[in-house]
């Protein structure tokens, strides 16, 4: 079945990027389907989406988050990354990616990573 | 803050049913497809439900999703010990700052 599984740094400094990359397994990321979503909860808080990609690269970000995200795809590696700008400790958090159906329609989920911005 | 508001917690006897409500407005729930995530202790979010009201293949019966106006509600019938969770909804929110949205929340307790 459909597998996500992110990978990334576990700590990153203030001011720099936190780049992650969701590998996609069991199935093909270039499906016409599917887009494919950034989801993050920090520590003891509820879900916020951060973005999502189609396999032919377009894009839509959550508009708070917009101006520090860059969802890109690589077809060719099944995988599917996230960087953020300029971080701050409010952007430590468990980031997740999923494959997304439909708008607001999330299945399956990776298990998560959890980032965290520090000094 | 979520534009989806949900009660922090809600609990009951095992056996029991429990609602779960997520209200929202008409930019958001009125007029998009809700769905329902279980994230068990320490795990993934996992969709109970899509489309207001459809289970994807395996998630039990027990859980059933329905949806009035600018509400959504999720019910959990027979409530087993292993229900005991967060409950979070989601929708898409056409407003200005549009995107999709996840309501704030709901801890499940069985007594």
């Known amino acids: 079945q459909l597998q996500l599984q992110e990978s990334g740094p576990g700590l990153v400094k203030p001011s720099e990027t936190l780049s992650l990359t969701c590998t996609v397994s069991?199935?093909?990321?270039?499906?016409?389907?599917?887009?494919w979503g950034w989801i993050r909860q920090p520590p003891g808080k509820g879900l916020e989406w951060i973005g999502s990609i189609y396999y032919s690269g377009s894009t839509y970000y959550n508009p708070s988050l917009k101006s520090r995200v860059t969802i890109s795809v690589d077809t060719s590696k099944n995988q599917f990354s996230l960087k953020l700008s300029s971080v701050t400790a409010a952007d430590t958090a468990v980031y997740y990616c999923?494959?997304?159906?439909?708008?607001?329609?999330?299945?399956?989920w990776g298990q998560g990573t959890l980032v965290t911005v520090s000094s | 803050q979520s534009v989806l508001t949900q009660p922090p917690s809600v609990s009951a006897a095992p056996g029991q049913k429990v609602t779960i409500s997520c209200s929202g407005s008409s930019s958001n729930i009125g007029n998009n497809y809700v769905s329902w995530y279980q994230q068990l202790p320490g795990t993934a979010p996992k969709l109970l439900i899509y489309?207001?009201?459809k289970r994807p293949s395996g998630i039990p019966d027990r859980f059933s999703g329905s949806k009035s106006g600018t509400s959504a509600t999720l019910g959990i019938t027979g409530l087993q010990t292993g229900d005991e969770a967060d409950y979070y909804c989601?929708?898409?929110?056409?407003?200005?700052?549009?995107?999709?949205?996840f309501g704030t929340g709901t801890k499940v307790t069985v007594l």
């Open positions: 489309e207001n009201n």
């Open positions: 999923a494959r997304q159906d439909s708008p607001s329609r999330f299945d399956p």
């Open positions: 989601g929708t898409w929110d056409s407003s200005l700052s549009a995107g999709d949205v």
């Open positions: 069991g199935g093909s990321i270039s499906s016409s389907s599917y887009y």
